[in-house]
């Protein structure tokens, strides 16, 4: 079984702040894809990475992609009200389904 | 355009009884999946059609489960004799084919009293 481990749980900042959060596997994936949930809604993808030790940009966040593609990560810069959700990784392993990992909950204070 | 829509948006349930869950894709995507998601977890895997056919439907816990997709682009997800550890908000989503993005619907929250 493949389980996608991700830390911190619980963040809660204050706006301006930045943060990391990460996304850990004992399998190597196909792909990664990062998501954002808000309240009521399904999740939304932010962002695909599929080389190992690949960097994506999407204006104030930052995805890398380990160069074992075990591993990933998300950096916020100057995070935002806005940016609170709940944040998911979800990989791939040469099939169709997304293996969700267990989500990260931020909350941003203005 | 109109995005994934799943009906009905709360859903209500005894144990013992049987529900159904209803899917509306995006507008010619073959591939449609199901995936639950339980209070403080991130979704988990149900199972998978392309077309008509289910073709990885691994994730189902048991035979209680059953989803069907009879024309390609609606999907009914079956409950029977639901228990309260079913209680969670069913996501669906689809995708143009295979191993595309996946289009996520806003979910289904059953609550089994």
């Known amino acids: 079984t493949q389980l996608l481990e991700q830390s911190p749980q619980f963040l809660s900042i204050q706006e301006g702040e930045n943060l990391t959060v990460y996304c850990n596997s004992s399998?190597?994936?196909?792909?990664l894809q990062w998501y954002r949930q808000e309240p009521g809604e399904g999740p939304v993808l932010l962002v695909t990475v599929v080389t190992g030790g690949e960097v994506k940009k999407l204006k104030r966040l930052t995805f890398q992609f380990g160069d074992a593609r075990k591993d990933s990560s998300l950096h916020i810069t100057a995070a935002q009200p806005g940016d609170t959700g709940l944040y998911l990784c979800?990989?791939?392993?040469?099939?169709?389904?997304?293996?969700f990992g267990t989500g990260t909950r931020l909350q941003v204070f203005p | 355009g109109a995005g994934v829509s799943q009906t009905p948006s709360n859903k209500v349930t005894e144990k013992g009884k049987y529900v159904e869950l209803r899917c509306d894709p995006i507008s010619g995507h073959t591939a449609l999946y199901w995936y639950r998601q339980s209070l403080g977890q991130g979704p988990e895997f149900l199972i998978y059609?392309?077309?008509?056919?289910?073709?990885?439907d691994s994730g189902l816990p048991n035979d209680r489960f059953f989803a069907v997709r009879p024309e390609g682009s609606v999907s009914t997800l079956k409950i029977q004799r639901t228990e309260r550890g079913d209680s969670a908000v069913y996501l669906c989503?689809?995708?143009?084919?295979?191993?595309?993005?996946?289009?996520f619907g806003p979910g289904t929250r059953l609550t089994v009293l």
């Open positions: 399998s190597v994936f196909s792909s």
């Open positions: 979800a990989g791939t392993y040469n099939t169709d389904k997304l293996i």
């Open positions: 989503a689809s995708s143009p084919g295979n191993r595309d993005t996946q289009y």
């Open positions: 059609f392309q077309g008509t056919g289910a073709a990885d």
